[in-house]
């Protein structure tokens, strides 16, 4: 059964309207029976995926598709709503079911912001995502701590439960390998640290963090 159904989310944070459009493009019959197993933030997905420049986008070729898992052969698994992939995405694979397809058309802020990625996704680039997907696992807590980064962690490297500009940094410049130059992107550090107190706390942090909130190491 084939359908089209449009949903647009706008999210508001620092002034600036972000949106993210879902276009489901199919959906078996049977994901509209009670009880159907529709996706949540934690799951474990498998998932189909072409993604490519939207004709919307300001920068980047227009229709160059970027990445794809058809042409690999095999479905991408990830868990839902970790911050283990770009935020349209988190939002974008929700209430789903399996079998369903769906375009994701995502500006940059809920993508790959102003750094872009790579060659292909250059800063500030709207991306067109057509999905479907494959399978759900519903994953233990335990397995999902295991699996879900904690970046708020791995910035606090001396454990005072708060992230420091220079701890930023030091972060970034790592993972950007033996050239050691990359600093914090624009504007992160501005929407991070909400009150302008110069360090940003648990509760400002809106990337993945896990659940619990930490203790500064002199409370131990």
């Known amino acids: 059964k084939s359908a089209i159904f449009c949903v647009v989310i706008f999210m508001w944070q620092n002034a600036q309207i972000w949106s993210l459009n879902i276009e489901t493009t199919f959906k078996p019959s049977e994901c509209s029976e009670p009880g159907t197993r529709l996706t949540k933030a934690g799951d474990l997905l498998s998932v189909h995926y072409t993604g490519s420049i939207d004709e919307s986008s300001s920068t980047g070729v227009k229709g160059k598709v970027f990445d794809s898992s058809l042409t690999r052969g095999s479905p991408l698994d990830f868990t839902v709503g970790a911050g283990q992939v770009i935020m349209g995405w988190d939002k974008g694979f929700l209430n789903m079911c399996v079998g369903e397809k769906r375009t994701l058309i995502i500006e940059p802020e809920m993508g790959y912001g102003s750094s872009g990625a790579g060659r ?57 390998g033996a050239s050691g130059s990359k600093s914090i992107p624009p504007n992160v550090w501005e929407r991070e640290d909400k009150n302008g107190d110069r360090f940003i706390t648990w509760e400002e942090f809106s990337g993945p963090k896990g659940s619990e909130q930490p203790v500064p190491t002199e409370e131990l």
Request: aromatic letters at 8%; zero cysteines; proline letters at 4%.
């Open 120 to 176: 292909d996704i250059p800063g500030g680039a709207t991306l067109k995502f057509t999905v479907e997907l494959m399978g759900i696992s519903e994953q233990k807590d335990s397995d999902r701590r295991q699996q879900a980064p904690n970046v708020f962690e791995e910035m606090d490297t001396n454990k005072d439960a708060k992230i420091s500009y220079d701890e930023m940094e030091a972060w970034f410049q790592n993972r950007s």
